[in-house]
C-alpha cells in the first residue's frame, strides 16, 4: 500500500516563527499536493509538485512556499506564521498519468498563537 | 469552471438504513468522479472512483456509487448503515485544465451521523 508520511500531527506555533511542515511518500509517485483543510471551506490546494525541483501554486498560495528536493519528498514552509494559518494541512500524492486517485497522509494540525 | 457541490452540510441515519450523500458536478467533457471519507484527526481515505464503464461503481467498506451523466451527479450510497460509517465524506473531481497535473477540486464535505 502506498504509505505518505507527515511528520508532525500537532505543531503549536507563534506569530512570526518559520515552520516547516514535512512529507515523504514511499511509492515513486510523481505528484504531490499540499492541501489546507478548514471548517465549511472543504480542502483548498496551495501547491502541487509533478517533478523533482519543479512546483505550481495552487488555489491559495499567498503565504507559503514548497520545497521538493527529491521525489519522495515535499515540504510546506510558512516563512512567517500568522493566526489565519490555523488549519489544517494534508499532503497527498499520485502518479502522473491520471485517472489515479490522490493518497493522503494523515494530516498536520497546525495552531498559532 | 469545473466544481463539485454537496448540498448537504449533514445527513443524520439511523443504523441498518440506507443512506445516500448527494454530490453534483460541473465539469467540460467527461467526469473522473471520487469519494473519500475522512475519521475525526485523520486523512482523506479513498472509497471509490467513476472513470468510465459501468454507471455503478462499487467501493470500500460497502459503499457504492451511481454515475448519472444527465443528472450531473455522482451520490454515494449504501445499503445499510453502521454506526462506524459516521464520518466526514468528500466529494472530488479530477482538474482537467492542462497544468493542474491530477489535483482533484473537493467538495466541501458531508458530515454523516448513524445513530443505533
Known amino acids: 500500500d502506498v504509505k505518505v508520511t507527515q511528520s508532525s500531527r500537532y505543531l503549536v506555533k507563534r506569530t512570526g516563527e518559520k515552520v516547516f511542515l514535512e512529507c515523504v511518500q514511499d511509492?515513486?509517485?510523481?505528484?504531490m499536493f499540499w492541501y489546507r483543510q478548514d471548517p465549511g471551506l472543504g480542502l483548498r490546494l496551495i501547491y502541487f509538485s509533478y517533478d523533482v525541483k519543479m512546483k505550481e501554486k495552487g488555489d491559495i498560495p499567498e503565504g507559503y512556499s514548497v520545497s521538493r528536493e527529491k521525489k519522495e519528498r515535499f515540504s510546506l514552509i510558512l516563512e512567517s506564521a500568522s493566526t489565519n494559518q490555523t488549519s489544517m494541512y494534508l499532503c497527498?500524492?499520485?502518479?502522473?498519468?491520471?485517472?489515479?486517485?490522490?493518497?493522503f497522509g494523515e494530516g498536520s494540525r497546525l495552531t498559532v498563537l | 469552471a469545473q466544481s463539485v457541490a454537496q448540498p448537504e452540510d449533514q445527513v443524520n441515519v439511523a443504523e441498518g438504513n440506507p443512506l445516500t450523500v448527494k454530490c453534483t458536478y460541473s465539469v467540460s467533457g467527461n467526469p473522473y468522479l471520487f469519494w473519500y471519507v475522512q475519521y475525526p484527526n485523520r486523512g482523506l481515505q479513498f472509497l471509490l472512483k467513476y472513470i468510465t464503464g459501468d454507471n455503478l461503481v462499487k467501493g470500500s467498506y460497502g459503499f457504492e456509487a451511481e454515475f448519472n451523466k444527465s443528472q450531473t451527479s455522482f451520490h454515494l450510497k449504501k445499503p445499510s448503515a453502521l454506526v462506524s460509517d459516521s464520518a466526514l465524506y468528500f466529494c472530488a473531481v479530477r482538474d482537467m485544465d492542462g497544468g493542474s497535473q491530477g489535483n482533484l477540486i473537493f467538495g466541501k464535505g458531508t458530515k454523516l451521523s448513524v445513530k443505533p
Open positions: 497527498a500524492s499520485s502518479l502522473l498519468a491520471s485517472t489515479g486517485e490522490l493518497f
Open positions: 511509492m515513486d509517485h510523481e505528484n
